[in-house]
């Protein structure tokens, strides 16, 4: 994301695991790079871990957390963004579901975030978002095919613009 004179590049490897079809959790390395022009650039790695819950058979809650080992960039002691986040998603219809979030970062005021995704043809998803604190919006959509998604994003950002994100992903 970013422009050309300040730029953040960011790339996860992650896995998780269902226990018993009740109870998922995992873990994701990411690897963070950031260059700023004239000052130049520097990397980090970060540890994320997750759980969820499937409450119901339509409704589940999940927890993170984001930075869990705290990183620094570069020779800077400002570590990255620590977050806590807790969620509940249900599904309404099968092709349809609603989710509901809630973001603490110590630093700033908590963010709630609510989103819809619809499923309009089976294998191809979309997605609209909107938060809270800062106020951002969010689309996207996803194509599954066999065991891999593509998932592509764009997020309103007041300062640095539109944020394009695109995953890959393998599943068994």
Not at 90 to 103: K, M, N, P, R, Y
Request: charged share 15%; hydrophobic share 40%; glycine share 10%.
């Amino acid at each position: 994301m970013g422009f050309s004179l300040y730029r953040e590049m960011t790339v996860t490897a992650a896995a998780a695991r269902s226990f018993g079809g009740i109870v998922s959790a995992g873990c994701s390395i990411n690897y963070d790079h950031l260059t700023i022009s004239r000052y130049g650039s520097a990397f980090t790695v970060g540890i994320d871990v997750a759980a969820e819950v499937l409450l119901s058979d339509d409704i589940r809650w999940g927890f993170s957390i984001l930075n869990l080992n705290r990183p620094t960039i570069g020779g800077e002691k400002d570590q990255l963004p620590q977050l806590f986040l807790t969620g509940i998603n249900c599904e309404v219809l099968s092709t349809a579901g609603v989710s509901f979030a809630v973001i603490k970062d110590a630093r700033y005021p908590v963010s709630i975030r609510t989103g819809v995704r619809f499923e309009p043809i089976e294998n191809i998803v979309l997605r609209l978002g909107v938060s809270s604190d800062p106020s951002r919006y969010f689309a996207g959509f996803g194509i599954r095919y066999s065991s891999v998604s593509v998932d592509y994003s764009v997020a309103t950002h007041t300062e640095l613009g539109l944020t394009h994100t695109i995953g890959i992903s393998f599943s068994q």
